[in-house]
């Protein structure tokens, strides 16, 4: 019998892997697009979906906290290095988007959820901080996306050439 993660944690793993596949590409194509209200409203939906990322990964995090994963039966080295992958990658979904919404306050842009809920600026509208933090989001989002094909390939090699249930754990129709 396979020791899975539970249905909450594998609901909030997929929802926010989904939605960061998404946000992604999506501030790839739009940065270099032309000012224009197809770049404004670009903005606006990479915007919201940093924020629901965010208030996922805060959930997420609480749920990991207060639910113990499943056991690893990995070697002493994996196991380390899965923590390592792990702990790096709730930081950046953490990070990721909070650095957004600095930099969105610095450059005087505001952020509005969902296009209802205007959020608090976290700094005062700053040019300076504005491109530094441009430079922090590109930065924290290439990282990401380093520790997430990290991620991937180590669950294609566990499930393909390992042949263990690492990858079943946490997939959703998986009955186990």
């Known amino acids: ?17 989904m939605l960061i596949f998404s946000a992604f590409p999506l501030g790839l194509y739009m940065h270099d697009l032309k000012l224009s209200p197809t770049k404004l409203h670009l903005y606006s939906y990479h915007k919201w979906i940093g924020i629901t990322v965010l208030g996922f ?38 990070a990721v988007p909070i650095s957004g919404w600095l930099m969105s306050s610095a450059k ?22 504005g491109d530094l933090l441009s430079l922090v989001h590109t930065a924290l989002n290439y990282t990401m996306l380093l520790l997430v094909v990290m991620h991937i390939a180590a669950a294609l090699k566990h499930h393909f050439v390992d042949r263990d249930d690492v990858l079943l754990r946490m997939l959703p129709m998986n009955k186990g």
Do not use: F
């Not at 749920?63 to 056991?71: A, D, L, N, S, V």
């Not at 290095?81 to 792990?86: A, D, F, L, N």
């Open 108 to 129: 005087g842009v505001k952020t509005v959820w969902l296009g209802i809920l205007p959020l608090p600026d976290l700094v005062a509208k700053n040019k300076e901080l």
């Open 1 to 17: 019998m396979i020791k899975r993660y539970t249905g909450i944690a594998i609901a909030l793993h997929w929802l926010i892997a």
């Open 57 to 94: 990964a805060l959930l997420r995090v609480i749920w990991r906290i207060t639910h113990k994963p499943p056991p690893l039966h990995l070697a002493r080295w994996q196991e380390i290095g899965s923590h390592i992958v792990h702990g790096l990658l709730y930081l950046m979904i953490i």
